[in-house]
């Protein structure tokens, strides 16, 4: 399988360079460019998905409908659309929201998350197609429920998701 490469990017979002992804993990992480998207259906319900067993860091953890990287050359809402397809087989509008900078390290793996991360928020209400590689259970809540269940067990839930979704709420 080809090497997967991440943007990397200063303090502005400004692409600086290319590095393999693994490697912009590991030893403290190296600052780059990715995204997060949050869905909701007509209703209201935000869509969840539990990382598979599989994933390299953060696995097992619940968090936001789809979250990836850019690959160099790629524009980000079109990385977005990408992975949408890829992780839960489905095509919707997207709207890009906000960009934060975060870093958080996942103690098991020793691999540390130091992102600058476009959220993008859609509605979608069709049928989903997951990816066991990716994703090994999704499911729909109602947002009282989710941050009810986010104060009582954060430790379910990825460090991204946790910070993104407090600004979400603005939009869903």
Known sequence: ?????????DEQDRPVG?????????????????FSVFLVDAQGRWLLQRRAAGKY???????NACCSHPRPGEETEAAAHRRLREELGVACALTHRFRF???????????????????????YTGELQPN???????????????EQ??????????????LAMVRVREWL
């Open 101 to 123: 900078e975060y870093k958080a390290t996942s103690e098991a793996e020793g691999l540390t998350e130091h992102e600058m991360d476009h959220v993008f928020t859609g509605v």
């Open 57 to 63: 860091h953060f696995p097992n953890l619940w968090t």
């Open 1 to 9: 399988m080809a090497a997967e490469f991440v943007i990397l990017v």
């Open 149 to 162: 269940e986010v104060a009582a067990h954060p430790e379910r839930f990825t460090p991204w998701f946790k």
């Open 18 to 34: 290319r590095m393999e992804k693994l490697a912009a993990h590991e030893h403290g992480g190296t600052r780059h460019r990715a």
């Open 132 to 146: 066991p590689e990716e994703i090994s259970e999704i499911r729909w809540v109602s947002r009282a429920d989710l």
